[in-house]
């Protein structure tokens, strides 16, 4: 069974500060990962979406990398912004003999002004 | 593009009543799946529909709760009766092949 684990459980940071979120997952048989970016009482928004071919992919000031033979994958934001403030939740996904994905309980992350 | 629909957004029952969600998934999105929420947790799955058929249940508590998926389109779960417990954000998501889920708004369940 995939475990999922994000660390740290939560992040202050002062505006402008660059700053990078961990996911380790134990099971490295997936076809991608996704980042995924929820805001308090709101759904689910996707970020990143990495397959299992590539190693990072980048969105204006996200870039995630993908390690899967070490299971582990880094968020990184650049110059964060008050906006940036939300849960972050790593989820890799589907693989052999498995369909869904799987989360962590995410990052909170606060940006102050 | 309309992404995941959801609806209700809230919904407060007082416990042992029954309660339903929809979802409206993106058009053409054949894989439709129910997640539920905790406080302070990530999703967890409920169930997957591959169109209409339900090819993971196992981790739905299907003594009081059952889920559709009409023509392979449209979904609904359902909780009959619901308990304090069940008191989470339901959340619907839809993906094709491996290019990535994409969530509804979720539906913020509280039982009283």
């Known amino acids: 069974k995939q475990e999922v684990t994000q660390i740290p459980a939560a992040l202050s940071v002062p505006e402008g500060e660059n700053l990078v979120l961990n996911c380790s997952f134990t099971?490295?048989?997936?076809?991608?990962l996704q980042w995924f970016r929820q805001d308090p009482g709101k759904g689910l928004t996707s970020l990143l979406l990495?397959?299992?071919?590539?190693r990072e992919q980048t969105s204006g000031r996200l870039n995630a990398s993908l390690d899967k033979s070490s299971g582990r994958s880094t968020l990184y934001i650049a110059a964060s912004q008050p906006g940036d403030s939300a849960t972050y939740l790593c989820a890799p996904g589907p693989g052999a003999g498995s369909y869904q994905l799987t989360f962590g309980k995410g990052t909170k992350l606060s940006v102050i002004p | 593009e309309a992404g995941v629909v959801q609806s209700p957004r809230y919904k407060i029952i007082e416990k042992k009543q029954p309660v339903a969600f929809w979802c409206n998934p993106i058009?053409?999105?054949?894989?439709l799946y129910w997640y539920r929420q905790n406080l302070g947790q990530g999703p967890e799955l409920l169930i997957r529909y591959e169109n209409e058929e339900a090819v993971d249940d196992s981790q739905l508590p299907k003594d009081r709760f059952s889920a559709e998926r009409l023509k392979g389109v449209d979904s609904t779960l359902k909780i009959q009766p619901a308990e304090l417990g069940d008191s989470a954000v339901y959340l619907c998501?839809?993906?094709?092949?491996?290019?990535?889920?994409?969530f509804g708004s979720g539906t913020r369940l509280t039982v009283v």
């Open positions: 990495i397959q299992s071919s590539q």
């Open positions: 058009s053409g999105h054949n894989t």
């Open positions: 099971d490295s048989a997936i076809y991608n």
């Open positions: 998501a839809s993906s094709l092949g491996t290019a990535g889920y994409t």
